[in-house]
């Protein structure tokens, strides 16, 4: 196996990966960044930002992601050469230098008989809590003071940290779901799931699934959607997610429904989708691709999988218009807040549908029937204020409520059914 067969086999476990390397003095440096392959150079194309103090020479980009328990873990470790070019970064992988693939406790437990065979004792843990000053004055730093007073909190109390581990406070105060809703001919009061299920039933509609088809499912949270397209159209449906958690509960869903032998949920990353070429009928992606940083580069994925001819039925964000500057800091906190990675305006969208190889085959802005869900999820936030304030902390939940009231002024911001095709 070579080195880019063997990076390849992994890369799908993974989001971001980090990129060490040296700076002019010599001492280490660590960012996050999103590397992307260029698998005709021998290389991915790297991100840093501005101002940090990078230089050519060797580099290594680590990879690593686990569940929600740190029960499972992945790490991929490639070493290389970073090289500046084109006004760019590049990283050139030279070998794998580590991989771990699999449950945690065994890594412990080989690594105690590691020391054991050679009479070494177990190495004194890090201390951690003396980084606790430290992360809270980066916190504060990255912030501009303006989030984090300079009490004691300590890391993880109420921070940014908390709120992805307040999944499923935030899932049961939102009634279960966390898509937008689908509210045309709704009363106001209408339950939030009943528009959101339309929304569901809305893309199960275009995507056309039929028996004997298989459809993936991209960003399947915990199965819902992915289990009423199965029911609906007898289709056999793939889902996908980064999130173990969310993949176990989604797996014991649908075997909950009986739907085990045709549905099935698993780790997976649209930029690097674990599946052969031309595997799938239909993709479906509800509400998900804005997450992500280099959505090029997963609609080439997308169009990869899918067969000759095979459809594609997205619902996304986008820019029906140039955002005033007055709205500039509500958007920047609405992106920052419901963490939108990718956002452009319709004609981008469709480029790039586009480049990857997808013929697009229909748009519908459904925008003024989508954002009544926002006030409901305002609503029900603070309704649980409550329960949330101890997972999220009480700044942090105050502020994600005003952000999502803001977000009423902010026109701009659509909301979008797209479809495309792979052509034959």
Excluded at 124 to 145: H, M, N, Q, S, Y
Excluded at 255 to 277: I, T
Excluded at 402 to 418: N, R, S
Aim: proline residues 7%; aromatic residues 8%.
């Amino acid at each position: 196996m070579n080195l880019w067969d063997e990076i390849d086999g992994h890369l799908h476990l993974f989001a971001r990966p980090v990129l060490s390397f040296r700076d002019p003095d010599g001492f280490p440096f660590s960012v996050r960044t999103y590397a992307r392959q260029d698998r005709a150079r021998d290389l991915f194309h790297v991100q840093i930002p501005e101002g940090v103090p990078a230089v050519a020479g060797p580099a290594w980009l680590l990879w690593h992601t686990h569940d929600d328990n740190f029960d499972v873990q992945h790490t991929l470790a490639v070493s290389g050469d970073l090289a500046s070019e084109d006004g760019g970064w590049a990283f050139r992988p030279a070998r794998v230098i580590s991989r771990m693939h699999g449950d945690v406790a065994q890594v412990e437990r080989a690594a105690a008989r590691y020391l054991a065979d050679r009479g070494l004792s177990v190495p004194d843990t890090f201390p951690w809590p003396a980084l606790e000053p430290i992360a809270r004055k980066v916190r504060r730093d990255l912030a501009g003071g303006e989030r984090t007073g300079d009490g004691d909190e300590g890391v993880g109390e109420g921070g940014d940290e908390d709120w992805a581990g307040s999944y499923t406070e935030v899932s049961r105060a939102l009634e279960s779901t966390l898509h937008h809703g689908y509210w045309k001919d709704l009363p106001p009061n209408a339950p939030i799931t009943e528009a959101a299920d339309r929304m569901t039933d809305l893309l199960i509609g275009r995507i056309d699934a039929r028996p004997g088809e298989r459809v993936l499912d991209l960003g399947c949270g915990i199965g819902a959607p992915g289990i009423r397209l199965a029911k609906a159209s007898g289709a056999a449906v793939t889902g996908v997610s980064i999130t173990e958690s969310e993949i176990e509960l989604a797996n014991a869903a649908a075997a909950a429904e009986g739907l085990a032998d045709r549905v099935s949920f698993r780790y997976g990353n649209v930029m690097a989708l674990p599946f052969p070429d031309d595997s799938f009928d239909a993709v479906c992606s509800m509400e998900f691709l804005y997450q992500i940083p280099d959505r090029p580069l997963a609609l080439r994925e997308i169009s990869r999988v899918l067969k000759p001819g095979g459809r594609f039925e997205g619902s996304d964000f986008y820019l029906r218009a140039p955002v005033p500057h007055e709205k500039e800091p509500i958007l920047a906190d609405l992106r920052r807040i419901a963490m939108v990675e990718t956002l452009t305006d319709l004609d981008a969208y469709l480029a790039e549908l586009r480049a990857a190889g997808i013929e697009p085959a229909g748009t519908e802005d459904i925008s003024p029937h989508v954002w009544p869900t926002r006030a409901r999820y305002a609503r029900l936030l603070r309704a649980s204020r409550d329960a949330l304030a101890p997972v999220m902390g009480e700044k942090e939940l105050d502020e994600v409520i005003a952000v999502t009231e803001q977000a009423d002024d902010l026109q701009e911001m659509g909301f979008l059914l797209i479809s495309g095709r792979k052509p034959r």
